[in-house]
């Protein structure tokens, strides 16, 4: 009897560049599951073991699979990438730089863990409602995102409200640790709307300095509660 060999893949190993240099950094440890998600749902859609493009859609209706698939894929390419994004900035934060560059790398890297929860949305809606959204059109994918946070009572919407705060709103008001930016807590932002309550912090005034707290930190928070919340629905698909 003839055996048909079917390759075992690993991201390690078979993903694209991007892939590869994201596994060691953080998808092995911390996500994991997206190593499983690409065997099963990427990796058929492509060329491999010729390339990493994918099939055209004759070729994706040979093996029963369809653009819903081709865009579920592409969306799940597109987490990794503002992720990587993120980590990157976490890591440049790790060095004090100027304050203003401080703001400007925690509003980049909030912005982009909310680039990556719409895209997981999305695909987490599409997933459980594979034909009730067209793949490419835009759209259905904002009516997919808002329909999985609805479903799911908005999750990480505190990260978002804090993502709109500095990007949307009056500037927040910050103070300094040494060569560290602070700013308030994700849960402490409504109280220092006024920012008279922290200029010229007199002794009395103390107490505020507990609520506030390096951007590094703050985005390490965000970063932690984002891809736990990637790690667990990824591991259901």
Request: negative net charge.
């Amino acid at each position: 009897m003839d055996y048909v060999h079917t390759p075992t893949y690993r991201l390690a190993i078979d993903g694209d560049d991007f892939e590869r240099h994201c596994w060691n950094l953080f998808v092995k440890d911390q996500f994991s599951s997206y190593e499983r998600f690409w065997l099963k749902s990427v990796v058929s859609l492509t060329n491999r073991p010729n390339n990493v493009h994918f099939k055209t859609d004759a070729e994706l209706a040979a093996i029963s699979k369809s653009q819903s698939d081709l865009c579920v894929a592409q969306l799940n390419y597109s987490v990794l990438r503002h992720l990587m994004r993120c980590f990157e900035v976490l890591k440049m934060l790790e060095t004090p730089s100027g304050i203003d560059q401080q703001l400007n790398l925690l509003q980049e890297g909030m912005a982009r863990l909310v680039g990556a929860q719409d895209n997981a949305f999305e695909l987490l809606e599409r997933v459980k409602n594979p034909n009730g959204y067209k793949p490419f059109l835009e759209k259905d994918g904002k009516t997919a995102r808002e329909a999985w946070q609805k479903s799911q009572n908005y999750p990480l919407q505190t990260l978002r409200n804090y993502r709109n705060s500095l990007m949307h709103g009056r500037l927040l008001p910050g103070i300094t640790d040494g060569p560290r930016l602070c700013l308030p807590n994700i849960d402490k932002v409504s109280s220092y709307l006024d920012w008279r309550l922290i200029t010229e912090l007199s002794p009395e005034q103390e107490e505020y300095k507990k609520d506030f707290i390096s951007v590094l930190n703050i985005l390490e928070s965000a970063w932690n509660e984002t891809i736990m919340y990637l790690e667990n629905h990824w591991k259901s698909l």
